[in-house]
Each structure stands twice: as structure tokens, then as C-alpha cells.
């Protein structure tokens, strides 16, 4: 199946500079059922993108009209038949029209009148037409509409383009040498011919649509999908973007044609690239859902039950603790007490009176702003000199036989950072089997990524996804793995340290 869809894409491409990508997401959208909205600026070649995927169907009936607001329900589904007007019947004669066609193509489809508009409503979406008091069945297997503008809100036409699931924008050509080339090129065949073997028949199509329901969305791609609806609807007030449960429901459906045409019998979190040509509504919207979809992508891939986050969180917490069992976390003042008071040592040099004066300072003013006496060997206050901390954990003096200012250091026992000497045994044992048990953790979760990844990555190539997203994706990956490492890098780190 995929070399086959692969070399079918191949055939329609070709001469079609810098739309092979679009030419292949339209057909997957083709054979899924899904209709497709072409947007770009005139003489892009959407036109010619249309016909070209008609030429990889069986087509009985091809139907495509450039709409106008002067357009008229008689040149789209067909005029109203004489003979049955007679008859007091209102019907059309809709042989030729777009209520007969399998494959129809409608440019500029936001140019057509509202009577227009209306009844393809009816039509795109159930695949009906009521003609008279007949409900006649749309043998329509594939729609693609194009135009150069996006419908206005409220106006009425939301809801026809809620039913155009796959959206494209068509640029102009962008690379020099493909430029180049075009200029110096015969035009692009409308159609090319191509091999009976790969054009795709009705009852093969028929087919594999139903085969496409029974592919597998596991619960890692189905939390995804919530991630980034939960995303579009509730984190940017200033950038809610409307996803109709319709719309929704077909994007799964199309996400499972990709899986299926790639031969695989489940969605895997490559196939999920296609949304960025799915749920966006504005131009403004391409970009910014791109991004959301990269980095949902890049947060959740491959990491589904892992847990990742929680164990870093856990890693940390019992890093601090080991930290705080084997080091002293802050500077240890020596302490004395004096009067039941807890006090600490400084030496002042504050003139020649009280040079290598020895004071003690109340341990209860640290950190706080006001003034005090320090005392002095005899528990006497020096009050030559008034101590402030000023709320930090030097002492400033100021005062003396010439009012001076000094600040002054109180003696530190023992160093932040510095190796605590006195260490049960038990403790440490106890703390090196924690995080012996955190290791095991992060061995199990980083194979299981890498596992998972070992036998993904080589499904992740898709015609249906830019190669540049794709790499993308696998530094992702990549990097969560690296990230791994270097969790694990921290556990050994520690497990040294309780080990000595």
C-alpha cells in the first residue's frame, strides 16, 4: 500500500513545483472522504492541484465551475427540466452537474450566492440532493474547493467551512531553482496519465474506507488529542480557536487514513503532523497552532505512562535531602549562652578603645532591624556601641569615642557547603537505598523511550508529512533521551555520595 500511494503521488507531482506535499495531503484527504480547501493567491496552481488528483481516481463524472456572485443554482446543479415544469414538477436535470459528479473541484467557492451556498451545505455534507420531491443520492467521492480569501464570521457560512476538514495554503513558488525551472518549463499538463495498476477504483476506495475505521487511536495519541483540544479552547484567551466534535471526529478519521496508507494497523504520534492542516480557521491561526502542535508533540511523544515530570520532582526532593544529611545547607553560627539567651561571637576594631573588643550579639535581633547592646565577657552591654543586623546577617556597630561604623562578621562554626562529620551508618544506608530505587526508576522509564523509539522511528517517514516536522520531531525525542542521561547521570552522583 504505501509504496504504492508513494509512487502515485510521484506521477501527479511531477512539474508541479513545490506542491508535491499538498498534492499528497489532498490525496490522502481524497481518499478518506474528507473534503479540502485550497487557500492562496491567484495563479498558484490550484486549479491544476484539483485535476491533478482527479488523474489518480477512477472518475466517471468530473464536475468544476470557477463560482462569481452572479453564479446560479442552474450552473451548478443543473437546470430546471421543462417537460416536468409542465408536468406542475420542479426538477432539475442534473446529468453533467455536480449532484451526478464523483469528483468536483469548485474555485472561489466563497464568491457563490447564498442560494448556492445553502444547498451545497445539504450536499457536502450528507452527500444529498433534493430535487423536487426527490431525495437524490451525491455519488460525490471526492471534493476540493479553492479560493483567495477566507469566509468572513457571521455571515452565514460557517458551517460549510466546518466541512472542509483538510485546509492548505498554497504559496507562491518560494525556492530559486524551482522558480528557474517553471520559467523555463511547458506549461503543466492539466492531467497526466497514470498506470491502471495505482489509479485508485471505486470499490477499492469503497473499501479501505471501511478498513480505515478498524485503525487502532491508542491511549497515548487519544491523550494527545485532548491535550491539544484542552490548549485551543482554554489557554489564550486572546487566541481561542473553535474546533467543531464534528470536525474533531473526522481529523481522527483522517489521522487514521494516514496510519492506514503508511501499513500501519495504528496512529502513531508522526501521523498527528497532519493536524497543523486541520484545525486552523484564520490565516493568523496557521502558525500559531504549528506551534502548539510542536510542542505538545515534543512534551508528550513516546512519554505516555512514564511519568517523567514526577520522577524529576522526586529526584529533586530526596537530592536536597541527601544534600542537607551530608552538608551543612547554611552557615552554623557558634552560639553561647549568656542569661538564657542564645548569643554569637564578633570581634569589633572599631577605634583604638575597642580594638579586638570582643562582643557577643543577641542571636534573636539577626535578621530583623532594630538596635540593641551587644554584651561584653562579663555579660556586661557595651553601650558605646549600638548593633543593628538591618535585616541580614552581618552586624553593623556604629558609635565610640568618635562615632564610627564598622560592621562586623559574627564567627561561623561551620561553613554553607561544608562536609558534616558526625554520620550514622543506618542514614546512609537508608538514603543510598532511596536513591538506588529512584536509578531503577529512571533506567526503566529511559528503555522503555528509547525502546518505544527504537521501533517507531523508522515508521515516522510519511508522504503525507514535511520532512523538516519529522526531523523536528526526532530531535525531540532525541533530546527528552539526553535528558534521561542526565537524570540518571544525578542519581549516580548521589549514590557516590552515600556509598563514601
Known amino acids: ?95 453533467h452537474y ?71 495554503e498554497v504559496p507562491p513558488i518560494t525556492e530559486a531553482n524551482n522558480f528557474h525551472a517553471l520559467l523555463q518549463a511547458k506549461p503543466s499538463k492539466v492531467t497526466v496519465e497514470v498506470d491502471a495498476a495505482l489509479k485508485i477504483k471505486k470499490a477499492e476506495l469503497d473499501d479501505w474506507r471501511e478498513q480505515i475505521y478498524a485503525i487502532e487511536l491508542p491511549a497515548p495519541i487519544l491523550h494527545i488529542f485532548d491535550l491539544i483540544k484542552h490548549r485551543l479552547k482554554h489557554n489564550f484567551e486572546d487566541h481561542v480557536i473553535y474546533v467543531s466534535d464534528r470536525r474533531w471526529q473526522r481529523v481522527a478519521y483522517l489521522v487514521k487514513a494516514c496510519a492506514f496508507l503508511n501499513d500501519r494497523q495504528q496512529v502513531i504520534v ?6 497543523k492542516h486541520c484545525l486552523w480557521n484564520q490565516p493568523e491561526d496557521i502558525e500559531f497552532i504549528a506551534t502548539q502542535l510542536d510542542d505538545i508533540l515534543a512534551e508528550q511523544a513516546l512519554n505516555d505512562g512514564l511519568d517523567y515530570e514526577k520522577l524529576v520532582s522526586e529526584k529533586d526532593q530526596l537530592e536536597q535531602r541527601v544534600l542537607n544529611y551530608f552538608y551543612y545547607t547554611d552557615d552554623v553560627y557558634e552560639s553561647y549562652l549568656i542569661q538564657g539567651k542564645d548569643y554569637l561571637r564578633a570581634v569589633t576594631n572599631l577605634d583604638r578603645h575597642y580594638k579586638d573588643k570582643l562582643l557577643y550579639l543577641e542571636l534573636d535581633k539577626m535578621d530583623t532591624k532594630k538596635d540593641f547592646f551587644a554584651l561584653d565577657e562579663t555579660g556586661e552591654e557595651v553601650r558605646g556601641i549600638v548593633c543593628n543586623f538591618n535585616g541580614v546577617r552581618v552586624c553593623t556597630l556604629k558609635g565610640g569615642y568618635y562615632g564610627l561604623e564598622e560592621v562586623v562578621t559574627p564567627y561561623i562554626k561551620y561553613h554553607k557547603g561544608a562536609a558534616r562529620s558526625t554520620l550514622s551508618a543506618q542514614d546512609k544506608y537508608t538514603l543510598l537505598q532511596e536513591v538506588q ?39 525531540a525525542i532525541e533530546q527528552q533521551q539526553a535528558r534521561y542521561q542526565l537524570q540518571l547521570q544525578d542519581c549516580e552522583r548521589l549514590e557516590q555520595l552515600c556509598r563514601n
Open 98 to 168: 455536480l449532484p451526478r459528479a464523483d469528483f468536483a473541484f469548485l474555485d472561489e467557492i466563497w464568491k457563490a450566492s447564498p442560494a448556492i451556498l445553502n444547498t451545497l451545505l445539504t450536499l457536502v455534507n450528507e452527500r444529498s440532493f433534493k430535487n423536487g420531491e426527490i431525495i437524490q443520492k451525491v455519488p460525490l467521492n471526492v471534493l476540493i474547493s479553492a479560493s483567495n480569501e477566507i469566509p468572513e464570521q457571521n455571515q452565514g457560512l460557517d458551517a460549510l467551512y466546518d466541512r472542509f476538514i483538510l485546509r492548505l
Open 270 to 275: 508522526s501521523d498527528l503532523l497532519i493536524l
Open 437 to 475: 530505587a529512584l536509578k531503577s526508576k529512571f533506567l526503566h522509564a529511559s528503555h522503555t523511550h528509547a525502546e518505544r523509539y527504537k521501533v517507531q522511528k523508522d515508521q515516522f517517514q510519511s508522504a503525507f508529512v514535511v520532512k523538516d516536522d519529522i526531523e523536528k520531531l526526532q530531535q
Open 1 to 95: 500500500m504505501r509504496a504504492r500511494i508513494n509512487t502515485l503521488i510521484s506521477e501527479i507531482s511531477k512539474n508541479m513545483y513545490e506542491r508535491e506535499q499538498i498534492i499528497a495531503l489532498s490525496l490522502l484527504a481524497g481518499i478518506a472522504g474528507m473534503n479540502t480547501f485550497l487557500y492562496g493567491l491567484p495563479g498558484t496552481a490550484k486549479s491544476l492541484i484539483s485535476r491533478r488528483i482527479a488523474s489518480a481516481f477512477e472518475v466517471h463524472d468530473y464536475f468544476e465551475y470557477l463560482m462569481n456572485r452572479f453564479s446560479t443554482p442552474e450552473e451548478i446543479f443543473g437546470p430546471v427540466s421543462i417537460k416536468a415544469l409542465k408536468e406542475d414538477q420542479y426538477i432539475r436535470k442534473t446529468e
